[in-house]
């Protein structure tokens, strides 16, 4: 029987932790931490997210605006919004949804947003702080892994980390993370051989490929902690993880749920970052704050 790790607990207490340091933050320094949140389309996972960040926002008293924009939102009025939204002062946080229609260049519109307010971490400036550890930003889904493994007490230094995908918001940041932390890591994608073989290795094994139910019990080594960040739907409309939950938990030590787990934290952690952009902009403008940011460099 594995040890359920709760991401809404542990994003419960990091969250009044915020809260807290919101209230004096904004006491200090006049200051109300910003964050517009802009989507463009009508995909339904992506407006349940939108939603539960601006929720956020009001639960932690950030300003929060939303820019629901058409489907046939062109790149130029796209990038004309973020470039409004980056001149903005009461706007210290730009999140712009992903995925973008095809008509729209992704990595044109990233690299549009000031890296000083790009709360995602997603511009080249801030994934190259993630690179050498001196971030500004912590990317938002693997910090919020990294939050869970702190709070089930399960250590990473020396041991070793096997993490399942390789995309540029989970996988190659969560690998960065826990190389941070002293930990061995493989990051296996598609082609990689013996992918069972190499997943039953790990002590800590990420899960971030997006299929459904991918990770199965042969591949978890007796006692490894299972970190699920995939969010899928069954053939029945049901939500799940790309681990196979029922058939891992009694092999794993630690296991997070899906939905439950990572899903919480990654918001939490947005809102984290938008406070330390907060701060940053405070301290640039004078404004008397204390400078708390969300800088994790490790030597
Ligand atoms: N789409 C799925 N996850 C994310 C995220 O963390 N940030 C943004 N901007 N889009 C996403």
């Not at 730009?94 to 990233?110: M, T």
């Not at 940041?173 to 493989?186: D, K, Q, R, S, W």
């Not at 739907?233 to 799940?240: I, M, S």
Request: glycine share 10%; with cysteine; aromatic share 4%.
């Amino acid at each position: 029987m594995a040890v359920r790790i709760d991401g809404k607990a542990v994003s419960a207490a990091v969250r009044a932790r915020l809260k807290a340091e919101t209230e004096e933050f904004t006491r200090e320094t006049g200051v109300v931490p910003g964050l517009a949140v802009v989507i463009v389309g009508s995909d339904p996972a992506s407006q349940v997210y939108v939603r539960n960040k601006k929720k956020a926002c009001e639960e932690l008293g950030f300003y929060s605006e939303g820019y629901d924009l058409p489907e046939e939102t062109t790149e130029e009025e796209l990038l004309s919004l973020v470039k409004r939204l980056n001149e903005d002062g009461r706007i210290h946080g730009i999140l712009v949804q992903l995925p973008l229609p095809a008509h729209i260049d992704e990595n044109r519109v990233i690299r549009a947003i000031r890296p000083d307010k790009d709360v995602d971490a997603f511009h080249a400036e801030n994934v190259g702080h993630i690179m050498t550890g001196d971030y500004r930003f912590l990317p938002c889904t693997p910090a919020g892994v990294m939050e869970l493994l702190h709070a089930a007490g399960v250590p990473v230094e020396g041991r070793e980390c096997v993490v399942v995908g390789r995309s540029n918001i989970v996988g190659k940041p969560m690998a960065m993370l826990l190389l941070h932390e002293n930990g061995t890591v493989t990051l296996c994608h598609s082609r990689t051989k013996n992918l069972p073989e190499v997943c039953r290795r790990a002590d800590i094994l990420v899960a971030a490929v997006g299929r459904a139910k991918f990770i199965t019990a042969d591949m978890v080594k007796p006692g490894a902690a299972v970190i699920d960040v995939g969010i899928n739907r069954t053939a029945d409309k049901k939500l799940c993880g790309d681990v196979d939950y029922d058939a891992v938990e009694p092999v794993a030590g630690y296991i997070t749920p899906v939905p439950g787990g990572v899903g919480p934290m990654t918001i939490t952690m947005l809102m984290k970052n938008t406070l330390s952009a907060a701060r940053a902009f405070a301290a640039e403008t004078g404004k008397h704050a204390s400078c708390g940011g969300a800088s994790g460099k490790k030597d």
